[in-house]
């Protein structure tokens, strides 16, 4: 039977991600899949944990004749991700203090479909905890692991000029979150002790 022109060279694969090494938040990356068509199609792309563990992916891909585009998801366990593309680069890393066997599978089709990328760190005192504002990101909402700094934290929008454009109390964020619109970075500061936090940014994706 002829070959059609969208159809991938890979449809599915699986690896193994090392465990995070003590001292940082994220192993390296590992190749998951890469596949490549002669004409674009939707592909619903799905990638999961078989542990059931968190990890993150970083995907490109290209479509028409561009050189193509990238994004960065979070996963807590699983999730799908819809784009237009006729070459799919995959890669993963794990999130998780233990090898982490993760795997992708990708179907022609459309379907909506809403990610996050997470970013995380500390915030400390005349130290703001700065995230960059991802391709594809909407809103963001910031979360903190002390709930008593939270009247006390300030959230700010960067531009890429380095302008503070917005500026947000934790304690009155809209449920929503904030929309990112042309910021360039997320910035996060307090003047209490040091506290765990993360920047969640809502995808289009």
């Known amino acids: 039977m002829a070959r059609c022109d969208t159809d991938l060279s890979t449809r599915s694969d699986q690896a193994e991600l090392p465990p995070v090494p003590d001292g940082s938040t994220v192993s ?7 596949s490549e068509a002669n004409a674009d199609a939707w592909r619903i792309v799905e990638v999961f944990s078989r542990s059931s563990l ?4 970083h995907l490109s891909w290209s479509s028409g004749s561009g050189s193509g585009a990238g994004a960065k998801v979070t ?5 799908r991700i819809c784009v237009l593309a006729r070459s799919l ?16 599978t990708v179907a022609d089709g459309f379907a909506p479909t ?9 915030v400390v005192e005349g130290t703001p905890f700065e995230a960059d504002v991802p391709p594809y990101a909407e809103t963001c909402r910031v979360e903190l692991g002390d709930l008593n700094v939270v009247p006390n934290t300030l959230i700010g929008l ?9 500026v947000y109390n934790a304690a009155l964020l809209p449920f929503s979150g904030i929309p990112v619109g042309g910021a360039a970075s997320v910035l996060v500061n307090h003047n209490e002790p040091a506290t765990k936090a993360r920047v969640v940014f809502h995808l289009s994706l």
Do not use: C, Y
């Open 158 to 166: 960067r531009d890429a000029l380095g302008n503070i454009r917005a």
């Open 28 to 34: 390296k990356l590992v190749g998951l899949l890469t």
């Open 75 to 79: 996963v807590a366990h699983s999730t």
């Open 89 to 104: 680069r995959v890669e993963a890393a794990n999130l998780a203090p233990k090898a982490n066997r993760v795997g992708i």
């Open 54 to 57: 968190p990890f993150e992916v």
């Open 114 to 122: 809403r990610n996050q990328w997470e970013v995380r760190g500390d």
